[in-house]
């Protein structure tokens, strides 16, 4: 243990007026195979930085604390927020004083009950009419159904309807998971919608990390086929986040023109051929066009 660190495990954080001694060991869980943080908060790749204001670094800290399998690890806050160790700490004590983290037994992080009060308010808020249409593309597709946020350098999934009954399947995907924009056809969609730039920026930042044989792990040949996705409006990862999955998807865009995030029809690839999948193109952009002014 370092210097930093022992003066860290001894320091403490004054919750609800009793003091409780904060400390930064524990062990870590290991990474799903579901999707990027799927079984914790996703590492930023590039140099850990004070760059930012205190607001935007206190959001990463509460957005890495709120990843799927949590509670989590002081060090794997650091990483997934790109915040410094020393910052990480002191931001987690404060969202620890207002409710919004908890910290367990282990020393790891978690959701505290402020944020879960503050999710819950935000779900009871969203329209029903987003249900509607989610349902109404499974029932002309017959096919598992995703609607996720651009969320950074991922996407997140905010709701899932799955496939019909008679379906021999159900997908490991689920609701708060988060997924890379290179390897999926969310992901894809909202990238042909960014500037060339914000695209390059991206790759700079994350690299195109292989998921499966079929990933795109090039710059060229992902600005290929993001030029593609812009001349039809629909995007296709053909088994390039999972094996054996095959989606279509197409971007819900902002007032602007701006992706906000994006809808998917997900199937498997050896029931569903290319050819056919192409042919939920038209309800799956109708859908994405009637979302637009509810996300």
Known sequence: M?????AMDGSSARTGGTDRTDRTDGTGGTGGTGGTGGTGPTARKGRTSAAGSALEKSLRVLEAVAAPGGPHRLADLTAAAAVPKSSTFRILASLIDQGFVRQEADSRYGVGPRLRGLAALVGAGEPATIGRILGELRRATGQTVHLALHSGQTIT???????????????ASRVGMRMPLHTTAIGKSILAHLTADEVRELIAATGLPRRTPHTLTTAGALHAQLAEVRARGFAVDDEENEPTIRCIGAPVLGPTGRPVGGVSVTTVAF?????????????????????????
């Open 157 to 171: 999934y905010i709701r899932k309807l799955e496939g019909g009954e008679d379906q021999p399947f159900r997908t």
């Open 271 to 295: 029931l569903v051929s290319r050819e056919e999948i192409a042919a939920y193109a038209p309800a799956l952009c109708a859908a994405a066009e009637a979302l637009a002014p509810l996300l």
């Open 2 to 6: 370092s210097m930093d660190e022992a």
